[in-house]
């Protein structure tokens, strides 16, 4: 058995982000992790992050929104490249030509969405958290079948941090090689659901 401290706040949001980063170096070096996911949409979660990180030994990768979705400022963009972070931007792992049906027929429902409402339940950070580990392994930013840190928020910054298994998108329920949630280190007590 293990003990390990989990932090829980009682709303989410941006104001929990330097507690969540901390929280999440500290479990990443009590682990011996290699990697780190950080959602980012403007960049500044990201650079927050890799200077957390910044002489620990491990790799940060930043997610972006999909292009068009979010405005990424491109001082971060030189930071993160400074501090040596990779920065992924690609199409949500939970985004598909299905969910686009919804957008012309009230009602209709994908598997995507019942799995990111699932999710949501523990934080929209929990969904994002998910979603930007599988689209860095996707991107070749990470291995597949790798432990790794992944930080997310609701809305901006960050406020829900866990340990999980690596994988492809496109293996996310396989028995072997598909997603494990292993532990959670941050997570908001009031949630947000859009």
Known sequence: MVKREVHYFDSFGAQNTE??????????????????????ASGSSGVRTAEAFKNTGMKVVV????????????????????????????????????????????GYCSENTTIKDVLRRFSQGMKVAAEIVMMATDAGAIPMGEDVISIAGTGSGADTAIVVKSCHSDDFFHKERGIEFKEIIAMPRKKKFW
């Open 63 to 106: 997610v972006t929104e999909y292009a068009g979705m979010a405005e990424f400022m491109e001082e971060n963009r030189k930071k993160l490249t400074e501090l040596e972070a990779v920065v992924i931007t690609s199409t949500h792992a939970f985004l598909s030509p299905a969910e686009s049906i919804s957008k012309l027929h009230s």
């Open 19 to 40: 507690q969540t980063i901390e929280a999440a170096k500290k479990a990443a070096l009590s682990h011996g992790l290699k990697y780190v996911v950080v959602a980012t």
